[in-house]
């Protein structure tokens, strides 16, 4: 077994579906790729790839910690009480616990993320 692990854009398997809860949405109809890639053997630290489509929803981190690399597209986050901000291709960010705003996808938006819990 290796320690280390690639992420193969080109070959991630089969994508599980899904999109925001529905009392969550905000406008349009988002809807959710992820790709699982690598978690620890005790399953706090997961790593993936995620898509969604364009779409307006309620982001809520709970007590999750992410590290997110935007890949590909347009989205503006929007934290509770802050000015929007347009995430793009080169862009990361963490969204820390208790996260609670409004991801806005302007252009299907593909990004890495990395979680702990």
Known sequence: MSNLTFFKYDDLGTA??????????IEGNAKFKNWDVDQSPDEKVRAGVWE???????????????FCSILSGVSEITEDGK????????????????????????ETTRKIWVVYR
Request: proline share 12%; with cysteine.
């Open 83 to 106: 000015p929007p901000v347009k995430v793009r291709a080169g862009d990361a960010f963490v969204m820390k616990p208790d996260f609670t705003g409004v991801w806005r996808c302007i």
């Open 16 to 25: 599980r579906d899904g999109g925001p809860l529905p009392e969550r949405v």
């Open 52 to 66: 969604t489509t364009p779409g307006t929803y309620r982001s809520i981190k709970g007590g999750t910690w992410e």
